[in-house]
């Protein structure tokens, strides 16, 4: 009868001897049990809620997000899928939100690093067949409607804390202790805990991790020519992915993927050299495309990385605990696909819950292994194609850069190509 108990921080973990334990008695109970107060843990509460589930979401500051100011945007930037906007609307959160602070994307355009004009890709809603590509909108906006929809829902209690301890031991709820001397007994545990994910590491599940020596640079800039509803992207001869993501008022929001060195190097920029240093990128390509940009917010940073957890349940003997978004993955930014992919996790859990047998508990081992056979096709596909296109175009061999340059003309002129590679960027 295996005891994983988690202590201070969740930081370690230790096996206690087979012996009976006395149950810890829980101040309070519900079916599921959220640790991480970020998109998609409010996401997954929301939906089990609304399949008629008590949910007891855990997070430190879980509802102070950042108020919206009228004319400026928040640098946390998503482009999201139609995936996402079918599973927002599901939660009836997509109507919800404000969609003056939502800019549709119909074109897109990704440029090689030779400047040559063939050397480019364009993918086109109009030549897919529907009417967007893509949304661009800002994290705090999705927050913040998801916080208003969680307050009015009576299945969801939010305590602003964090888990002190654990207690799993075979056939029985799992329980948790928090900060605040408070213990809650659940049926499953939802580890929506980030990248880091101090859940993931204490259950034992380990993770395959790749860092890409590479730091992104967001900002936001005003441009004085019309982004036209386009999202631009393109690899530098050095390495590096500087891409455009157009945002409502004119403004756009930069994605630049670069070395720590150079990155530390941008973020100490004054706001009056931005422009002239866009203005150089690839022959010029930005201005022309663009024109004049103008710093709009203060640059942040953040390192890259490729992590996949080896299993999206555990722990192993008695699974009681399921990884979602980033506790499970975290792929490189160049494809925008990271939050889809998370919500895609929310949208399969969701699926299984609901369609599962009337006589299976909602911890039975046969539906979280039916929720990890659902992900796995999805996330290893997608972290596959992403780290192979981030090798491609920062390797410095001069064969497969003409290769890879040429590649990009040639799905560019196969129309059935470029379809199949926008219904997998759509989540289809």
Not at 206 to 222: K, L, M
Not at 292 to 310: D, E, G, H, W, Y
Not at 387 to 403: A, C, H, M, V
Request: charged share 20%; net charge neutral.
């Amino acid at each position: 009868m295996p005891l994983i108990r988690y202590h201070h921080g969740m930081s370690s973990q230790t096996q206690a001897s087979p012996k009976p334990t006395k149950p810890i008695e829980a101040n309070q109970s519900a079916d599921f049990c959220i640790v991480g107060g970020g998109i998609i843990g409010k996401a997954c509460a929301l939906g089990l809620a609304q399949l008629g589930y008590s949910v007891i979401q855990i997070a430190p500051d879980l509802e102070k997000n950042q108020a919206l100011m009228p004319n400026q945007f928040g640098q946390r930037i998503y482009a999201l899928a139609p995936s996402t906007k079918t599973l927002l609307s599901e939660l009836n959160v997509w109507d919800a939100l404000d969609h003056q602070r939502i800019q549709v994307v119909r074109d897109m355009h990704i440029f090689g690093d030779r400047g040559q004009a063939n050397d480019r890709l364009h993918f086109s809603a109009f030549e897919a067949g529907r009417p967007e590509l893509a949304w661009i909108t800002e994290a705090d906006l999705l927050e913040l409607t998801l916080d208003q929809a969680i307050r009015f829902h009576r299945q969801i209690r939010n305590i602003n804390t964090s888990v002190d301890d654990i207690h799993i031991e075979k056939d029985t709820k799992p329980t948790l202790t928090l900060d605040s001397g408070e213990q809650i007994s659940t049926h499953l545990i939802i580890a929506a805990d980030g990248a880091r994910s101090p859940l993931r590491s204490t259950i034992g599940i380990a993770v395959h991790e790749h860092g890409y020596d590479q730091t992104a640079v967001v900002a936001n800039f005003s441009c004085s020519y019309p982004h036209l509803q386009t999202a631009y992207q393109w690899f530098l001869p050095d390495g590096d992915i500087l891409a455009m993501l157009p945002l409502p008022k004119q403004q756009v929001s930069m994605v630049w993927s670069t070395s720590p060195k150079n990155a530390n190097h941008l973020m100490q920029l004054r706001s009056e050299t931005w422009p002239n240093l866009l203005q150089e990128q690839v022959g010029g390509s930005i201005h022309k495309t663009l024109g004049n940009l103008q710093l709009q917010s203060t640059p942040v940073s953040f390192p890259l990385k490729r992590i996949k957890a080896q299993s999206l349940i555990g722990p192993d003997y008695d699974p009681k605990v399921v990884l979602l978004g980033d506790a499970a993955h975290v792929i490189h930014p160049l494809a925008g696909q990271g939050l889809n992919l998370g919500l895609r996790d929310v949208a399969s859990l969701l699926q299984v819950i609901k369609n599962k047998e009337e006589f299976r508990a909602i911890d039975d081992r046969i539906l979280l292994r039916r929720y990890e056979r659902q992900r796995e096709g999805d996330t290893s596909s997608l972290l596959w194609i992403t780290d192979r296109l981030k090798k491609l175009f920062g390797t410095s061999n001069p064969l497969e850069k003409q290769i890879r340059n040429w590649g990009l003309g040639f799905v560019n002129r196969s129309h059935i190509i470029k379809r199949q590679l926008i219904e997998r960027a759509l989540g289809e």
